[in-house]
C-alpha cells in the first residue's frame, strides 16, 4: 500500500509521465525495458538498495519514468536519487546550481550532481548497493549529462559500488564523428575526455569508453532493434525536454551547428536554431555557408535587430553534420567580422574548453578556410576513430538474419545489379564492388594487379585509388578518405561515398529502405 501511495505522489508531483502517446518503433527497446524484461540483467537489482542518476528525461517508450518503474518493483529498494545540471525536472535554467533536498513524498534524498559537488560523495552513496544511470544524451562532447556519468562512474569505482548504465540511442546517430579531439590541458566539464565534438557513440558505448580509464564495475544493459545508421526519429520515440534550451529535435541538431561561439559575439538564438552576430551581412554569410556544399541543410540569411546571420533549415536529418556546419558556420563568421578570439592564459577560456584545444582559435587568427580547419584536425580525429571501434556495442541492419538485409544502390533511380554483396566497414563507410557500380556511372575502370593501383575515369576527371590506401588523387591532387579499398569475396570494393564526392555525383543514404541513392550530374 505504501509503494502504491508513492508511485501516485510521484506521478503528480515529477511529472514525469507525459500526455504524449509514446510508440516506439518495431521491436526496439530502451535498456531501462531491456532491464526489466531481461532476467539476466534484472537479477543485477534484485534485493538492491539502488541509487538512481536519472531526470525528466529517464523515461521508457510508454513515457513512463525510471522512478516510477523502480518503485513498483517489489524485488529492489529505490533508496536515492542523483540529479545532473538542470535539476531532476530538468527546468534550472544552463549554469546554475542545485540544491540537495529530501523528497517530499518519496522520503528519500534527491542529491544535486550540479551544486558544490559534481561527483557522488561517500556520504550521498552511503546505503547504496547499486548505482543506475539513466539520462538521455544528445550528442555533443559539451552537453554536461555524459560528464556526470564519468564522475558517477569514478565514484563508483573509488567506493567499490557497481554501476549499470541503461543504454539510450545517439539522437545523431551513430555514423556522425567530427570536430578537433580534446586535448587534456582542456578538459573541464563540458569536456570530460578525449572526445571529438560529435562523438557518434551511444550512452552505453560512450560510459565503455570512459571505462577504459576508470576501471568500475561497469555493466551496460544495450537496446534491441538498434542500428548504428538510426537517428532518433528511427526510434519512433517522442523526445522529452533534455534541457531548457533542449525542447525539440530541431534544437538537438541545432546544438552544435549554431552554439560553438562563447565569448566571440558570435551566437545562437531561437534555441539553436539561428547563428550570427553584429558585423555580419546576413546574405552573404549564407552564401558562403550555402556555397560549402554542406549536406543535408541549408542556411536562410534572417538578420535579428543591429545582428547578421542564418536560420538553419535542416532538409535530411540523416546526412546533416552538426558539428561539421558549426565549423563552417563560426570560420565564416570571422572571415566576415574579424571578431576577437579569446584566448587561455592562467586560466583556460569557455571557447577553448569548447573547442577542446587552443589550436582551433589560431586556426581562425591565421585566417585559414574552414576546409582548411578541417584538414588539420583530421589526422586526430582518425586516430580518435580507431579508438571508438573498440568500444561499440552496436553494428548495421538490428534483427535482421544473418548478414542482414542487402544494402541498396540506385543511381538516377536504377537499382544496380551486384554479384557481390555491398557492406558497411568498420569507417562506417558501404562498400560495393568497384566494376558494377562503375558500369552504372557510365566509368572507364583499368586496373593494374601488379602495382595494386586502380585508375577511374568519367567526364575528363581521373581517379586514382589503390588498394588498402587511404589516399586517392583525383586529377592529380591527393585526397584522405577514412577508409580503403579492398579485395573482399574475390572482388574489389570501394567507398561509394568517395566515388560519388570525387565524381561530383549526390550521394544520399535512406537507412528505412537500407538504400543508398545516388543522383549523377
Same mark, same amino acid.
Given at each position: *500500500?505504501k509503494?502504491?501511495v *508513492?508511485?501516485?505522489?510521484?506521478?503528480?508531483?515529477l511529472?514525469?509521465?507525459?500526455?504524449?502517446?509514446?510508440a516506439?518503433?518495431p521491436?526496439?527497446?530502451l535498456?531501462n525495458?531491456v532491464?526489466?524484461?531481461n532476467?539476466d540483467?534484472h537479477k543485477?537489482?534484485?534485493?538492491?538498495?539502488v541509487g538512481?542518476?536519472?531526470?525528466?528525461?529517464?523515461i521508457n517508450?510508454?513515457?513512463?519514468s525510471?522512478i516510477?518503474?523502480?518503485?513498483?518493483?517489489?524485488?529492489?529498494?529505490?533508496v536515492?536519487?542523483?540529479?545532473?545540471?538542470h535539476?531532476?525536472?530538468?527546468?534550472?535554467p544552463?549554469?546554475k546550481?542545485v540544491?540537495?533536498?529530501?523528497?517530499?513524498?518519496?522520503?528519500?534524498?534527491?542529491?544535486?550532481?550540479?551544486?558544490?559537488?559534481? *561527483?557522488?560523495?561517500k556520504?550521498? =552513496?552511503?546505503?547504496?548497493d547499486v548505482l543506475?544511470?539513466?539520462?538521455q544524451? %544528445?550528442?555533443?562532447?559539451?552537453?554536461t549529462?555524459?560528464s556526470?556519468?564519468?564522475y558517477?562512474m569514478?565514484?563508483?569505482q573509488? @567506493?567499490?559500488?557497481?554501476?549499470i548504465?541503461l543504454?539510450?540511442p545517439?539522437?545523431?546517430?551513430?555514423?556522425?564523428?567530427e570536430?578537433?579531439v580534446?586535448?587534456?590541458?582542456?578538459?573541464?566539464f563540458?569536456?570530460?575526455?578525449?572526445?571529438p565534438?560529435?562523438?557518434g557513440?551511444t550512452t552505453g558505448?560512450?560510459?565503455?569508453?570512459f571505462n577504459?580509464?576508470?576501471g568500475?564495475?561497469?555493466t551496460?544493459v544495450p *537496446?534491441? #532493434?538498434?542500428?548504428?545508421e538510426?537517428?532518433y526519429?528511427?526510434?519512433?520515440?517522442?523526445?522529452?525536454?533534455t534541457s531548457p534550451?533542449i525542447p525539440?529535435?530541431?534544437s538537438?541538431?541545432?546544438?552544435?551547428?549554431? /552554439?560553438?561561439g562563447? #565569448? $566571440?559575439g558570435?551566437?545562437?538564438?531561437?534555441?539553436?536554431?539561428?547563428?550570427?552576430g553584429?558585423? %555580419?551581412?546576413?546574405?552573404r554569410?549564407?552564401?558562403?555557408?550555402?556555397?560549402?556544399?554542406?549536406?543535408?541543410?541549408?542556411?536562410?540569411?534572417? +538578420?535579428?535587430g543591429? !545582428?547578421?546571420?542564418?536560420?538553419?533549415?535542416? $532538409?535530411?536529418?540523416?546526412?546533416?553534420?552538426?558539428?561539421?556546419s558549426?565549423?563552417?558556420?563560426?570560420?565564416?563568421?570571422?572571415?566576415? $567580422? /574579424?571578431?576577437n578570439?579569446p584566448?587561455?592564459?592562467?586560466?583556460?577560456?569557455?571557447?577553448d574548453?569548447?573547442?577542446?584545444?587552443?589550436?582551433? #582559435?589560431r586556426? =581562425? !587568427?591565421e585566417?585559414l578556410?574552414?576546409?582548411e580547419?578541417e584538414?588539420?584536425y583530421?589526422?586526430?580525429l582518425?586516430?580518435?576513430?580507431?579508438?571508438?571501434?573498440?568500444? =561499440?556495442?552496436?553494428? @548495421?541492419?538490428?534483427?535482421?538474419?544473418?548478414? /542482414?538485409?542487402?544494402?541498396k544502390?540506385?543511381?538516377?533511380?536504377e537499382?544496380?545489379?551486384?554479384?557481390a554483396?555491398p557492406?558497411?566497414?568498420?569507417?562506417?563507410r558501404?562498400?560495393?564492388?568497384l566494376?558494377?557500380?562503375?558500369?552504372?556511372?557510365?566509368?572507364?575502370?583499368?586496373?593494374?594487379?601488379?602495382?595494386?593501383?586502380?585508375?577511374?575515369t568519367?567526364?575528363?576527371?581521373?581517379v586514382?585509388?589503390a588498394?588498402n +590506401?587511404?589516399?586517392?588523387?583525383?586529377?592529380g591532387?591527393?585526397?584522405?578518405?577514412?577508409?580503403?579499398?579492398v579485395?573482399?569475396?574475390?572482388?574489389?570494393?570501394?567507398?561509394?561515398r @568517395?566515388?560519388?564526392?570525387f565524381?561530383d555525383?549526390s550521394?544520399?543514404w535512406?537507412?528505412s529502405l537500407?538504400?543508398?541513392?545516388?543522383? $549523377?550530374?
Amino acid at each position: *500500500m505504501k509503494r502504491t501511495v *508513492m508511485m501516485m505522489f510521484v506521478l503528480a508531483s515529477l511529472l514525469l509521465v507525459t500526455n504524449t502517446a509514446f510508440a516506439a518503433a518495431p521491436g526496439f527497446k530502451l535498456g531501462n525495458e531491456v532491464l526489466m524484461e531481461n532476467r539476466d540483467y534484472h537479477k543485477l537489482i534484485e534485493g538492491k538498495r539502488v541509487g538512481l542518476i536519472t531526470n525528466q528525461s529517464g523515461i521508457n517508450s510508454k513515457g513512463e519514468s525510471t522512478i516510477n518503474v523502480l518503485l513498483g518493483d517489489s524485488t529492489t529498494q529505490l533508496v536515492a536519487l542523483y540529479g545532473p545540471e538542470h535539476g531532476l525536472d530538468g527546468t534550472t535554467p544552463a549554469g546554475k546550481y542545485v540544491s540537495s533536498y529530501m523528497h517530499p513524498d518519496l522520503g528519500i534524498p534527491v542529491f544535486s550532481l550540479y551544486g558544490p559537488n559534481r *561527483m557522488p560523495t561517500k556520504e550521498m =552513496l552511503a546505503g547504496v548497493d547499486v548505482l543506475i544511470f539513466d539520462v538521455q544524451d %544528445i550528442g555533443a562532447r559539451t552537453y554536461t549529462y555524459k560528464s556526470t556519468m564519468n564522475y558517477c562512474m569514478v565514484a563508483a569505482q573509488k @567506493y567499490d559500488i557497481p554501476i549499470i548504465v541503461l543504454d539510450r540511442p545517439n539522437p545523431l546517430g551513430g555514423v556522425i564523428v567530427e570536430g578537433p579531439v580534446l586535448e587534456d590541458p582542456f578538459k573541464s566539464f563540458v569536456g570530460i575526455d578525449n572526445l571529438p565534438m560529435a562523438h557518434g557513440m551511444t550512452t552505453g558505448e560512450l560510459a565503455k569508453f570512459f571505462n577504459r580509464k576508470i576501471g568500475a564495475d561497469l555493466t551496460v544493459v544495450p *537496446m534491441e #532493434g538498434y542500428g548504428r545508421e538510426m537517428i532518433y526519429q528511427d526510434t519512433g520515440l517522442e523526445w522529452k525536454a533534455t534541457s531548457p534550451n533542449i525542447p525539440n529535435l530541431k534544437s538537438v541538431f541545432g546544438y552544435m551547428a549554431t /552554439g560553438l561561439g562563447e #565569448g $566571440t559575439g558570435i551566437r545562437q538564438r531561437d534555441q539553436f536554431q539561428w547563428i550570427g552576430g553584429k558585423g %555580419i551581412d546576413s546574405w552573404r554569410y549564407a552564401r558562403l555557408l550555402n556555397g560549402a556544399g554542406l549536406p543535408g541543410v541549408k542556411f536562410i540569411a534572417d +538578420s535579428r535587430g543591429t !545582428e547578421g546571420g542564418v536560420r538553419l533549415q535542416i $532538409t535530411d536529418y540523416h546526412e546533416f553534420n552538426p558539428a561539421k556546419s558549426g565549423i563552417y558556420a563560426l570560420a565564416y563568421a570571422r572571415q566576415l $567580422t /574579424g571578431f576577437n578570439v579569446p584566448k587561455s592564459g592562467n586560466t583556460v577560456v569557455m571557447f577553448d574548453k569548447v573547442m577542446g584545444t587552443d589550436k582551433f #582559435g589560431r586556426y =581562425l !587568427e591565421e585566417g585559414l578556410s574552414p576546409q582548411e580547419i578541417e584538414a588539420r584536425y583530421a589526422p586526430a580525429l582518425d586516430e580518435f576513430k580507431k579508438l571508438r571501434n573498440q568500444y =561499440l556495442i552496436y553494428g @548495421y541492419n538490428p534483427g535482421e538474419p544473418a548478414g /542482414g538485409a542487402q544494402i541498396k544502390v540506385l543511381v538516377d533511380g536504377e537499382q544496380v545489379k551486384f554479384d557481390a554483396a555491398p557492406y558497411i566497414d568498420v569507417s562506417d563507410r558501404t562498400m560495393v564492388p568497384l566494376r558494377a557500380i562503375l558500369e552504372a556511372l557510365g566509368a572507364r575502370v583499368d586496373y593494374d594487379s601488379d602495382a595494386r593501383d586502380i585508375t577511374v575515369t568519367r567526364q575528363g576527371k581521373t581517379v586514382h585509388f589503390a588498394l588498402n +590506401s587511404t589516399v586517392a588523387e583525383v586529377n592529380g591532387d591527393s585526397r584522405i578518405m577514412d577508409t580503403t579499398p579492398v579485395i573482399k569475396n574475390s572482388r574489389t570494393m570501394v567507398p561509394l561515398r @568517395y566515388l560519388g564526392d570525387f565524381f561530383d555525383c549526390s550521394v544520399v543514404w535512406k537507412p528505412s529502405l537500407r538504400a543508398v541513392e545516388i543522383t $549523377t550530374n
